[in-house]
């Protein structure tokens, strides 16, 4: 069975520093990783994703995340962050499906951004 | 936007009635899926669907029913609602091995 890590519940960080939210995941086939961003009170807006290629992937509003194979993780990065960056982001997986099917989706629990000024 | 509307947005009810929360998508996917997210938990499937009347179970389908009588319309039924179905819902499609999300439905049993 697959799952996903968010290894920090909470960052907090100041106004223009860089950020690192941690996501490691564990499944015994391949996977597509997914980092979606929720701002408060609304729905999940898809930050990026990896589905195959370049292990660097680059997302909206300045985040990127690598995907490493040998240590299962899919870390989120942004080099400066804003206060407009605060929200709760979540690391998804999902198996390739079979015979056609859409595999599902597994979340990890979250992890709140708290920029400071 | 992947033309997901869900209604009602927010919704208050007591203790023991049915509840039906809907789902509607404007693009013909194939594949919905009903979510409940909780303070941390994240996001935990409830029910899928891959085609008109095809839906499965997800992991928290205990106390729900879904049905998918047509292609852009996919219900989610609480039976007889209880307190810990209080949660916020969120429907989404899948479109290119991607999931989109809805905006949601805040659910209050009272």
């Not at chain 2, 047509?70 to 999931?99: H, P, W």
Request: charged fraction near 20%; charge should be neutral; proline fraction near 4%.
């Amino acid at each position: 069975a697959q799952s996903v890590t968010q290894l920090d519940s909470q960052v907090p960080v100041f106004e223009e520093a860089p950020v690192e939210l941690r996501c490691n995941y564990s499944s015994s086939v391949s996977v597509y990783l997914f980092w979606y961003v929720q701002y408060p009170n609304q729905g999940l807006q898809l930050l990026l994703k990896y589905l195959s290629g370049s292990t660097l992937v680059k997302g909206i509003n300045g985040f990127e995340a690598e995907f490493n194979k040998s240590q299962t993780s899919f870390h989120l990065r942004k080099p400066s962050v804003h206060i407009s960056d605060t929200a709760e982001y979540f690391c998804a997986v999902s198996d390739l499906g079979y015979g056609g099917s859409q595999g599902n989706l597994i979340f990890g629990k979250g992890t709140k951004l708290s920029v400071k000024p | 936007d992947a033309g997901i509307t869900q209604s009602p947005r927010h919704k208050v009810t007591e203790t023991g009635t049915p509840v039906t929360l809907r789902c509607h998508q404007t693009e013909n996917h194939r594949y919905m899926y009903w979510y409940r997210q909780d303070p941390g938990h994240g996001l935990r499937l409830i029910h899928y669907s891959y085609g008109v009347k095809d839906t499965d179970k997800g992991e928290v389908s205990d106390g729900y029913s879904v049905s998918r009588s047509k292609t852009e319309d996919f219900l989610l039924t609480l039976e007889s609602a209880t307190s810990s179905q209080t949660s916020v819902y969120f429907c989404a499609i899948s479109s290119s091995e991607t999931q989109y999300f809805g905006p949601g439905t805040r659910l209050l049993v009272l």
